[in-house]
């Protein structure tokens, strides 16, 4: 999918189409739930301003010559690379891109040595794991949010309806995190005690003590730096805890990203234990 933040919202009409063609495929509210699952489609990229200029969508890591592709406003495939210099950001195509057109690194997908390198598997990886999750879920909500990469998301209303409709009062944040320190990739998932932000405690621990008494594969992760969505769902007025759960990558937001197929099966695992003991 095509997703910079800006357009993450159009996801949601594609999976409603989806829904109300094939039934039950994307009716991601399961059983009984008491537990919900968030991932975010949105990833980073630049909007084409003027003169060729190019600005950030959230915290995109600059590659010279990286491919980007995009589509203008009639829906036109568009395709350029990234150049920069000390006093700006812009694209190399010599014709003139539509202004406000939306561009993301080039997904180009390469396996080596159980290593997966694309760009945008931040946060692809979490919904693909949601899906996957989806074919045997029995009680449970997965919920793909929309504007996580410049905190300008959809949350607050998300949490507000899942907790009004459904009484759902513990959450998970399905992301990835940097391959850094003790993290390291192919180990399993991280959960996170904290990071910049600061979370109940008690429901962290309750989802590290199952995870520990079931012998899964994970990480613990602790540090001061770094987000999620667990930000807003933290800051809601709503009671509602959340724990944080991202597989480790290395470069982040850039066309680069790398992640081991080992952290697959081991989130998978480490979700449907989550699902079925909290």
């Given amino acids: 999918l095509f997703m910079p933040s800006q357009l993450a919202q159009s996801a ?99 396996v080596k040595n159980n290593q997966i390198t694309s760009g945008n598997i931040d946060d ?23 504007g996580e990469e410049v905190d300008g998301g959809n949350i607050p209303f998300l949490i507000k309806y899942i907790h009004e409709k459904y009484k759902i009062k513990n959450t998970l944040v399905l992301d990835v995190t940097m391959e850094e320190h003790n993290l390291k990739m192919g180990i399993g998932p991280a959960v996170a005690i904290r990071d910049e932000d600061i979370f109940d405690r008690k429901f962290i621990q309750r989802v590290i003590d199952t995870l520990k008494k079931e012998k899964a594969t994970y990480q613990i992760a602790v540090g001061d730096e770094g987000s999620s969505d667990g930000k807003a769902i933290a800051h809601s007025p709503f009671p509602v805890n959340t724990a944080f759960m991202g597989a480790c990558i290395k470069n982040i937001h850039s066309p680069f990203e790398v992640i081991h197929k080992n952290d697959f099966l081991h989130t998978l695992n480490c979700l449907n234990i989550l699902f079925k003991k909290l």
Avoid: C
Wanted: positive net charge; hydrophobic residues 45%; glycine residues 8%.
């Fill in 124 to 146: 692809k990886f979490g919904v693909f794991m949601g899906l996957h999750l989806a074919k045997n879920l029995k009680n449970g909500i997965i919920v793909f949010s929309a």
């Fill in 12 to 110: 949601r009409a594609l999976f409603l189409a989806n829904r109300a063609r094939r039934k039950r495929l994307f009716d991601l509210v399961f059983g009984k739930p008491k537990l919900a699952l968030f991932a975010h489609l949105d990833n980073v990229g630049f909007t084409v301003g003027h003169n060729k200029q190019l600005f950030p969508i959230g915290g995109v890591e600059l590659i010279k010559n990286a491919k980007l592709r995009g589509f203008d406003n009639n829906d036109k495939p568009v395709s350029t690379k990234l150049l920069y210099n000390s006093r700006k950001i812009y694209h190399a195509k010599k014709d003139i891109i539509e202004l406000g057109t939306n561009l993301t690194y080039l997904p180009e997908w390469k």
